[in-house]
């Protein structure tokens, strides 16, 4: 493949399982599924949180939420990092496909956040 796409390019960023590897052009080769990028993140994460737990016992239940991961988290994660960088809400909500700004704005807790410490700060109980 050459370094650029061209205009009519349409072969996938990422192939499938088992695409064979040539440096011929690349035809009719399918895109990896959505099913086969979950594997592969599931099987990432599984063995990062083996690697924690061997390394360090004590983080046995940092390793068991790593374990619980998902891409759907990892994309929860970025949306929730984009609104923290104060990135346009409706880049986030166009980067996330949503609908409308609506769902988007679950992303949005920096506020709640400010508003938690505001108050942590000037209303303290002394027990």
Known sequence: MSAL????????????????????????????????????????????????????????????????????WLRHSAGLQLADRKVDLRTVRDNLGHGSLTTTRIYLHVDDDRRHQETDKKHRVDW
């Open 5 to 72: 796409p061209s205009p009519s390019e349409d072969t996938p960023l990422v192939l499938s399982i088992g695409a064979a590897a040539s440096t011929e052009r690349i035809e009719n080769c399918a895109p990896l599924t959505r099913a086969a990028l979950h594997a592969i993140v599931k099987d990432v994460l599984a063995r990062a949180a083996a690697r924690l737990r061997e390394h360090d016992t004590a983080k046995s239940p940092r390793a068991d939420l790593l374990k619980k991961a998902s891409t759907h």
